[in-house]
């Protein structure tokens, strides 16, 4: 495998752009070796710049569910391009936008679209605390909301990746207002509760950030009957899950509803959108409608709002999509648990649907301690193995991998061929 353009290009990036990459994780720090800098990508597969092939496991952390460069995307993007790419007034599509995503989404009864996942929890909680006139919030450890102050303690994704799940530079006064709970433990949020005034309990359904997480079977449940007993404002973050785990996202695969929802990734096809929305009554304090300010300059534009709406219409109108990636995800599945118990090497493979992690770990993951407690350093060799046999999955045992209705059962079965190799090599070292 050739990597000397990758080389050559990281060690200019390096130079300008810090650790030489624009989201942390990018980097490979943890798994050692270099980033390969991606040339191109279509249905299942990324080329990079030295012309290797890969079968992709990342699929744009979340978004591309449909696969690279559907051509039904890409042309809706083309021709939203041709007409103006930004306005900064309102348009068509963005009530269409809307209507759809309540229509899919039942929870949502109105809902505003911002440019990241990011922006949708950090904008999901002023509104929160603004609607209950209360401080303080709960998240939970290893669970990832995006890069805003609030969220930045025992967060996951690239921050657990990289040993700072607590960022310096976050104000110790926004940081008191965070309390921080055990996933899969409702007494760790209970007591809480009964101790302090909470306005909003943020989770990720299934945590995707600390790898492949599910809820346990109570716990989504309890969390729901806990936040309507204190009058606490439930934000299940569905950047991650929502349209990925069904077309209702994970509220739909548990049968729970939220007071506020968080999304993105998915919903913007590949292109930068976010949206939070939820209970009328607590939307309808958004500014201009009511005292809660939130903007963008580039919110609902055109672009962003064509490459959404044209896959989530796609989601909606072929609902198959999602049973036949559950499927592809079970067969998956299955070949890798052969291999594990095939070879001995001691890992733990989680899947939701179509997310799923292998974790190097003896014990099942349910919480930040259980990640904390995996073989990160054996993960890193199997990831690079894995690269060097052409399969391109999370740099970080901390990221879930992803299936795209684009993999083909050839992919999966090299994917499983690929895996048992590298997890022999594993097994006797
Ligand atoms: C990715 C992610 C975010 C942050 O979204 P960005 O678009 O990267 O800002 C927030 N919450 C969850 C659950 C995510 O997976």
């Not at 649907?353 to 407690?373: K, Q």
Request: hydrophobic share 40%; net charge neutral.
């Amino acid at each position: 495998m050739k990597t000397d353009q990758s080389k050559e290009l990281f060690r200019r990036a390096v130079e300008r752009i810090p650790g030489g990459v624009n989201s942390p994780v990018r980097a490979f720090r943890s798994v050692g070796g270099s980033p390969r800098f991606i040339a191109r990508a279509a249905g299942s597969k990324l080329w990079d710049v030295d012309g290797n092939e890969y079968i992709d496991y990342i699929g744009s952390w979340g978004p591309m569910i449909l696969g690279h460069a559907d051509p039904r995307v890409t042309e809706a993007v083309q021709r939203a391009a041709e007409r103006g790419t930004s306005f900064g007034a309102v348009t068509e599509r963005e009530v269409e936008m809307a209507e759809l995503i309540c229509s899919m989404v039942p929870s949502v009864e109105m809902v505003r679209m911002v440019n990241s996942g990011t922006e949708a929890t950090m904008s999901a909680i002023r509104l929160a605390r603004a609607y209950t006139g209360r401080e303080k919030i709960i998240k939970f450890e290893g669970c990832y909301h995006g890069h805003a102050d609030p969220f930045l303690i025992k967060a996951g994704s690239g921050a657990m990746t990289h040993g700072t799940p607590d960022s310096p530079g976050v104000p110790a006064s926004v940081v008191s207002a965070t309390l921080s709970a055990r996933f899969n433990d409702i007494n760790s949020v209970e007591s809480l509760m009964n101790n302090h005034k909470v306005a909003a309990v943020i989770v990720e359904p299934v945590v995707g950030n600390m790898g492949c997480v599910p809820p346990g079977d109570r716990f989504l449940p309890a969390l729901r009957a806990l936040c309507t007993k204190h009058q606490t404002v439930l934000i299940l973050d569905e950047v991650m899950t929502g349209f990925r785990l069904a077309p209702g996202g994970a509220q739909e695969l548990y049968d729970i509803r939220a007071d506020l929802t968080t999304l993105g990734k998915v919903i913007g096809g590949g292109l930068p959108v976010g949206a939070y929305g939820g209970k009328k009554e607590i939307m309808e304090m958004i500014s201009p409608q009511g005292p809660v300010y939130q903007a963008g300059t580039l919110s609902g534009n055109p672009l962003a709002i064509a490459a959404g709406l044209e896959t989530l219409r796609i989601l909606n109108g072929d609902r198959s999509i999602y049973a036949d990636l559950e499927k592809k995800a079970a067969f998956l599945e299955s070949g890798i648990r052969r291999n594990i118990s095939m070879t001995g090497v001691a890992c733990a493979y989680q899947r939701v649907g179509s997310m799923g992690t292998l974790f190097f770990s003896e014990r099942p993951v349910s919480d930040y301690d259980t990640a904390g407690a995996c073989d990160t350093v054996r993960f890193g060799r199997y990831f690079v193995s894995m690269l060097g046999h052409g399969i391109y999955g999370p740099p970080s045992q901390f990221e879930a991998a992803f299936l795209s209705a684009a993999h083909s059962e050839e992919d999966l079965s090299a994917t499983i061929a690929a895996n048992r190799t590298v997890l022999e090599s594993l097994s006797v070292d």
